[in-house]
């Protein structure tokens, strides 16, 4: 079977009619030596998420259901005392109420928020805009935004919101149904748990809490990407999410 090759020497812009008229000459390509220069401007570049509130403003009122939250600083260390870099550093999800807006109206009840200033709180992990005022991170969200109140460093003692629930993970399975033993890569994270606490419910049309229909103690099958999740000090898995997402109660 023939062959033919084909090189670069081979083709004429010549021989190309659509681009008659187009001259090696006319393509041109400059030097990147400008280009790396003009990089090096941009290593001192910091892009910030927060806001930046200038300190003319020396205080932050917020409106309607809003609350303002000082952000918990990230760990820079871990237990054993090893610096962190900035990329390990986990977010926190946790700050303390600093102001609070003068609530909402429901129907024709008048609706107050729910927690007060100086409390400890846990809130969902995108939720709300952060600001930096006098030189520390605050963050702005709904009160419906804030999972629940936590005033200890042990996760089992949140206190839920609203329609929140808090449930204890239950443990993935070590083998399989065979009798194989599972790394921690190949166990399926379980979406069945105890429930530990739950919030007093959400509003009703009118302002009134309607009651959940789980309670403490309950086993509880639940969405698998709900929620938000915590690691307890007694190296359990807990998952705080909305009464909507549980989806069953076992028995």
Known sequence: MATAQLTASSISYRSLPSFEGLKPSTVKFSSV??????????????V???????????????????????????????????????????????????????????????????????????YSKYAGTEVEFDGTNHLILKEDDIVGILESDDVKEMKPLNDRVLIKVAEAEEKTAG???????????PSIG?????????????????PLTVSPGNTVLYSKYA?????????????????SDVMAVLS
Do not use: C, H, W
């Open 33 to 46: 030596a400008p280009l790396r220069q003009n990089l090096k401007s941009f290593r001192g570049l910091v």
């Open 48 to 122: 910030k998420a927060a806001t930046v509130v200038a300190p003319k403003y020396t205080a932050i009122k917020p409106l309607g259901d809003r609350v303002l939250l000082k952000i918990k600083t990230a760990e820079e260390k871990t237990v054993g005392g090893i610096l962190l870099p900035t990329t390990a550093q986990t977010k926190p999800q946790g700050g303390e109420v600093v102001a609070v807006g003068e609530g909402k109206t429901i129907g024709k009840n008048k609706v107050d928020i729910s927690v007060k200033t100086g409390t400890q709180v846990v």
């Open 179 to 189: 009798g194989l033993l599972l790394t921690e890569a190949t166990k399926e994270k």
């Open 194 to 210: 105890t429930v530990i606490a739950v919030g007093p419910g959400p509003l009703d049309e009118e302002g009134n809490r309607k």
């Open 227 to 243: 929620g938000n999740d915590f690691k307890g000090t007694d190296g359990s898995d807990y998952i705080a999410l909305r009464a």
